[in-house]
C-alpha cells in the first residue's frame, strides 16, 4: 500500500529565504506526482505536475524534482513571501488509471515579513 | 480560467439522512473522482469516474456511496444513508486526460450530527 510522508509538518521562514518542502513515497510505481497548495478551510490549488518519466518541472518560483527510484520529490519556492504561507501537499498517481492519488499530510508553511 | 465548482458549500444533516454533493468539473474534462479529507488528517481518494462508469474506488467508497453524472455538467455523490464518521470536507475534481493535472473544486463541508 502506498505512504507518503512530508517532513517536517511545519516550517517557519522569514522571508526572502527559499523553501525547500519534501515528500517522499514508498512504491516507486507511480504514473505521476503533483504538487498542491491549501490555504486553511479551502480547496486544493495545483502548483505542479510531474509525469513519472520526467526528472523537473518549473513555474515561476517553483521548481520541483522527482526521483522516483529512491521514492522521493522536492518542491524548491524561490525568495518566499508572506502570501507563500500555506500548506503544501504532495500526492502521487497510481492505481489501474494512473490517477488514483496518494496524498501526503502536508508541511504548514509560515513566512515572517 | 475555468474552474471546478461545489455546492453547497456547507451541508448539515442528521444520521441516517441521505445527502447529495454536487460538482461541476471544468467544461472539457472527461474524469471525475471525488476525495474527502476528515479534519486534522490526510486528503484520501474515493472515487474516479470516466465514461458514464467508476473506473476506479477505494475501500472506503462502500455500498452506502454512490455517483452519478445525471446530465452534460454536474457530477454528484450520494451519501444514503449518513453516519458521524462521514462528516468531512468532500472534493470533487477533473481532469482533461487520466494521468494530467487534477483540479479540485473548493469543498463541501458535511457535517452529520
Known amino acids: 500500500k502506498q505512504e507518503v510522508t512530508q517532513i517536517p509538518a511545519a516550517l517557519s521562514v522569514p522571508e526572502g529565504e527559499n523553501l525547500v518542502l519534501n515528500c517522499s513515497f514508498t512504491d516507486s510505481a507511480i504514473y505521476n506526482l503533483q504538487w498542491f497548495r491549501q490555504d486553511p478551510g479551502k480547496g486544493l490549488t495545483s502548483l505542479l505536475l510531474i509525469q513519472s518519466s520526467q526528472r523537473e518541472q518549473t513555474s515561476g518560483r517553483l521548481n520541483a524534482s522527482l526521483d522516483k527510484s529512491s521514492g522521493r520529490s522536492t518542491l524548491y519556492i524561490a525568495a518566499s513571501q508572506p502570501g507563500d504561507s500555506a500548506t503544501y501537499l504532495c500526492a502521487v498517481g497510481a492505481g489501474a488509471a494512473g490517477n488514483k492519488l496518494t496524498f501526503g499530510g502536508g508541511t504548514r508553511v509560515l513566512v515572517k515579513p | 480560467e475555468p474552474e471546478v465548482t461545489q455546492t453547497p458549500s456547507h451541508q448539515v444533516t442528521q444520521m441516517g439522512q441521505e445527502v447529495i454533493l454536487r460538482c461541476v468539473p471544468i467544461s472539457n474534462h472527461l474524469y471525475f473522482y471525488w476525495y474527502r479529507q476528515i479534519l486534522g488528517q490526510k486528503v484520501e481518494f474515493l472515487v474516479s469516474?470516466?465514461?458514464?462508469?467508476?473506473?476506479?474506488k477505494s475501500e472506503i467508497f462502500d455500498d452506502q456511496f454512490s455517483v452519478e453524472r445525471p446530465d452534460g455538467s454536474n457530477f454528484t455523490l450520494k451519501i444514503r444513508s449518513t453516519k458521524l464518521e462521514d462528516s468531512a470536507m468532500y472534493f470533487c475534481a477533473s481532469s482533461d486526460q487520466g494521468m494530467n493535472e487534477q483540479y479540485f473544486g473548493p469543498g463541501t463541508r458535511l457535517t452529520v450530527t
Open positions: 469516474f470516466y465514461n458514464n462508469e467508476i473506473s476506479e
